[in-house]
């Protein structure tokens, strides 16, 4: 338990905060650009896909006194397979164990049917709400009242942001109060840490993000990237090798390229990246393969830290 601060008493230990603060939204609506925004520094991939964040990622921001652990979840929907009904659960999941919930709606899309469906489920969360209207920058101001005003007779939410995850504004606001809203306690995470994921789990995020965006209109939903080799080296680079999984050969041949192309595309953006993430010299390797039904193995799952039997 802290100890209060005493004035004029120059041991006496600053009082904490900290807590974990979960994105409940529908897809695309902002979650990780948000998540991103607020930490400072990627920690979540973002792309024009729907359904890009599969599994809780934790990005870790400091404000003051106060340690605040974003959980950027899957973006809530109508699930239709496995692996939607799985990272549907995982998104209602970190929500249940956070210490504040902010939901997050896309202002220019409005309240979609997915936002309803959010918003009924919000309605008997124990913790507080926090609305966080979203790329405000988009839409005119009479239009974005009567969004408020709508949304706020659906259900009595603690405080209302207006914000733009893309350029933070409104971002400081959120932070501040965030900062004061969340309880008493020592931080969970060391003060230089900002997320928990670990590093060849980011490593094949970052490759799926950059798979994603070369191939968005080509590639399937039903792809996925995992590290298979994490190997210091004597010079202190690392040797990575990580494998595509698709799902047909139709799909790995996409993934490749005329002459390899694709793929070598992919591996120099995420290279790029991953090395900046480490910081450190990274050797990138990719393979692609096809494991037919993917989505329906236990296996898979387990990498994504999801849960099969969903």
Known sequence: MNEP????DAAAPVETRSGFVALIGAPNAGKSTL??????????????????????????AIEGQTQIVFVDTPGVFEPRRRLDRAMV??????????DLILAIIDAERGISPDVETIVERLKNARQKVVLLLNKVDRIKREKLLALTQDL???MPFERVFMISALTGSGCA????YLAQALPHGPWYYPEDQISDLPMRQLAAEITREKLFLRLHQEIPYASTVETELWEQRPDGSVRIEQTIYVERDSQKAIVLGRK???IKAIGQAARVEIAEAAEQKIHLF?????????????????EMGLDFSS
């Open 5 to 8: 601060t005493l004035p004029g």
């Open 35 to 60: 998540v991103n925004q607020l930490v400072g520094t990627k920690v979540s991939i973002v792309t024009h896909k729907v359904q890009t964040t599969r599994a809780l990622v934790r990005g870790i």
């Open 89 to 98: 659960r995982t998104a209602w999941g970190g929500a249940k164990d956070a």
């Open 152 to 154: 706020s007779e659906r």
């Open 173 to 176: 606001d959120l932070m501040a």
């Open 260 to 262: 390899g192309e694709t």
């Open 286 to 302: 990719l393979f692609v393969k096809v494991r037919e039904n993917w989505s329906n193995d236990p296996e898979r799952y387990r």
